[in-house]
């Protein structure tokens, strides 16, 4: 199976403890999204915080919602590290990839912090591939955006 990979990093001008108290709220993340995709999670888990992750455990399964309402796949969110400082890898599967790793750090620096997602993944369909990394890019592009624009 085809493997593919990304990253993309951005200069906010928040403290990186702000941030990373954004990106590690579930709502921090669907604002993120929006309006490509939510996100679906129990209550539970609004926030995650260490002491309730089990690493190398799924935690949830999320549904992807298109536009915050049609399902077009799920994440059996699993974090394989937390930290430390201000990092999380996550290692999961999806219904369309057969593995999934999205390592988010966050680093302080003069006047604000760069947060940088890196994305690794092998679809379960070869021939997706290349249509995935279009979606994928364009969702963490989307994202970036709205970082740069909640934290400006």
């Not at 201000?86 to 593995?99: A, G, K, M, P």
């Not at 003069?110 to 379960?124: A, K, S």
């Not at 997706?128 to 970036?144: E, Q, Y």
Request: charged share 25%.
């Amino acid at each position: 199976m085809p493997e593919r990979e990304f990253s993309f990093s951005t200069e906010l001008a928040a403290t990186a403890d702000r941030v990373w108290e954004h990106a590690t709220s579930m709502q921090g993340v669907n604002r993120e999204l929006f309006p490509l995709v939510r996100m679906t999670y129990p209550p539970d888990f609004a926030t995650l915080t260490p002491a309730e992750i089990t690493l190398g455990r799924r935690l949830f399964r999320s549904w992807i919602l298109f536009l915050g309402f049609l399902p077009v796949d799920y994440d059996d969110l699993t974090f394989a590290e937390l930290g430390p400082g201000r990092r999380f890898l996550e290692r999961s599967t999806l219904l369309t990839q057969r593995e999934w790793i999205h390592e988010r750090v966050v680093e302080a620096r003069d006047g604000g912090c760069t947060i940088t997602d890196r994305i690794r993944f092998t679809p379960r369909a070869a021939f997706l591939a290349g249509f995935h990394l279009f979606i994928f890019r364009l969702a963490f592009r989307i994202r970036h955006r709205a970082l740069a624009r909640m934290f400006r």
